[in-house]
């Protein structure tokens, strides 16, 4: 980063790593480049210390903890690290956050989506929502996936050819574009 560059705090979305495990290391670094408020479950401590992460917040269980790092804040999440870790950063005036993850399910996300930009990355994939109209430019050949394709009223698409239910590619270099009924869906694209 060049010295004229200036990061406000919560410029960036925030960094929250519930599971990293399988997580390429090379797009991790692209997460870390502007130096993101970092989130991290419990479980995941150790692995992400061992990398050289400065950890912000914990998210815990456990009330008595205590950290190789100096300055970082717990949370005590009980057993809903997601919801504990989206209410805080919301809370806290973050505009976007991005989440690895070992899983997804929409219905998970789907009430913080109003308040917060949310990027989840899963496996290979690259998981967001969006808004009816929502149009992207991608070069041809690349796979979508839409999440439950067969509870979203009225979903039609340009740009792009349906493989099987929700698995899509780009038809050429251009734009795509989804419309639907309902206020958000979900999308993923191979990262």
């Known amino acids: 980063m060049s010295s004229h560059h200036i990061v406000r705090e919560k410029q960036e ?7 990293i495990e399988n997580f390429d290391e ?3 670094g692209q997460l870390l480049e502007w130096s993101p408020t970092i989130l991290v479950a419990e479980t995941e401590v150790a692995k992400v210390l061992s990398m050289g992460i400065k950890i912000d917040c914990v998210l815990t269980s456990q009330t008595e903890i205590s950290y190789q790092q100096e300055h970082v804040k ?3 999440a009980g057993n809903n690290m997601l ?3 989206l209410k805080y950063l919301i809370s806290e005036g973050y505009p976007a956050v991005n ?3 070992n899983h997804f399910l929409a219905k998970e996300y789907l009430y913080y989506v109003p308040s917060i930009d949310l990027v989840i990355f899963f496996k290979d994939l690259k998981i967001y929502p969006i808004k009816s109209g929502f149009s992207k430019w991608k070069s041809e050949g690349q796979e979508l996936f839409v999440y439950h394709p067969e509870t979203i009223p009225n979903l039609s698409t340009s740009g792009l050819e349906e493989i099987e239910n929700g698995h899509y590619y780009t038809e050429k270099d ?3 574009s989804f419309t639907f009924e309902p206020p958000y869906v979900f999308i993923a694209e191979k990262i």
Request: without cysteine; charged residues 10%; proline residues 5%.
């Open 99 to 101: 989440i690895i993850s």
């Open 13 to 19: 979305p925030a960094l929250f790593i519930l599971n």
């Open 174 to 176: 251009g734009f795509f």
């Open 74 to 76: 717990t949370l005590l």
């Open 26 to 28: 090379e797009y991790l």
């Open 83 to 85: 919801e504990t870790a």
